[in-house]
């Protein structure tokens, strides 16, 4: 199993660009998140969803968007990128089950220009 | 969503016993306690976690209150490789799972 998978893992983008960061999972898990982490701080949840076809905001969702159509995908989108999303970005997955464990993407850096 | 608290940072030796502490005040009877460690340009990496009672595994042990308004996560013998920030972070059971994590806990670990 490949677990949780991001891409890219790094990215330049320039101000006012869009792009998506794909996210896609291979446990067949209901809960899928999006978090941010700026440097020397610590995660932050963007977005988060609890099965196709659901979606929720987290914390800080401002600037982004969101999609579940498969159990498996959870891409995120930036509409109009600005200086303020420079951070690195991590998706997670778990079964849902309080109990279960949460398991992370190894990270995309983004960096807006 | 129930907040923890845990000190900025901690200093250990190498083969020391390190004990991080967590505080959960709020906690409610659902939410379970877990413990993730964030080495260096890396994702979160599960390390353990309980509901009341007290646990071990191969990385460390998970020590709860008995009203479990606190925890404590011992790592036995720490390395050069527990060198990471831990997070405490409290997961209910409703619908919502948000996820929420605190600042952690940086642990630097001396040779």
């Known amino acids: 199993n490949a677990g949780v998978t991001q891409t890219p893992k790094f990215r330049i983008l320039k101000i006012g660009q869009s792009m998506t960061l794909q996210c896609t999972q291979d446990?067949?898990?209901?809960?899928m998140y999006w978090y941010r982490q700026d440097p020397g701080m610590g995660l932050k949840l963007i977005y988060y969803?609890?099965?196709?076809?659901?979606?929720d905001k987290g914390e800080v969702p401002n600037g982004y968007n969101v999609s579940r159509s498969t159990t498996e995908d959870f891409p995120l989108r930036l509409e109009l990128a600005a200086p303020s999303q420079t951070s690195v970005y991590f998706c997670?997955?778990?079964?849902?089950?309080?109990?279960?464990?949460?398991?992370f993407g190894e990270g995309s850096w983004l960096t807006v220009v | 969503d129930a907040k923890t608290t845990q000190p900025n940072s901690m200093e250990s030796n190498e083969e020391e016993p390190v004990h991080l502490p967590c505080n959960h005040s709020?906690?409610?009877?659902?939410?379970?306690i877990h413990w993730y460690r964030q080495l260096p340009s890396q994702g979160p990496e599960y390390v353990i976690h309980?509901?009341?009672s007290n646990v071990n595994n191969r990385m460390a042990s998970l020590a709860i209150a008995e009203d479990r308004k606190s925890s404590t996560l011992i790592l036995h013998r720490a390395t050069l490789r527990d060198a990471a920030v831990y997070y405490c972070?409290?997961?209910?059971?409703?619908?919502?799972?948000?996820?929420?994590f605190g600042t952690g806990t940086r642990l630097q670990v001396f040779p």
């Open positions: 997670a997955s778990s079964s849902g089950q309080s109990g279960n464990t949460i398991y």
């Open positions: 446990m067949n898990h209901n809960y």
């Open positions: 969803s609890v099965g196709a076809g659901i979606t």
């Open positions: 709020t906690i409610s009877g659902t939410d379970y």
């Open positions: 309980g509901l009341t």
């Open positions: 972070i409290l997961r209910d059971r409703g619908e919502s799972d948000k996820l929420i």
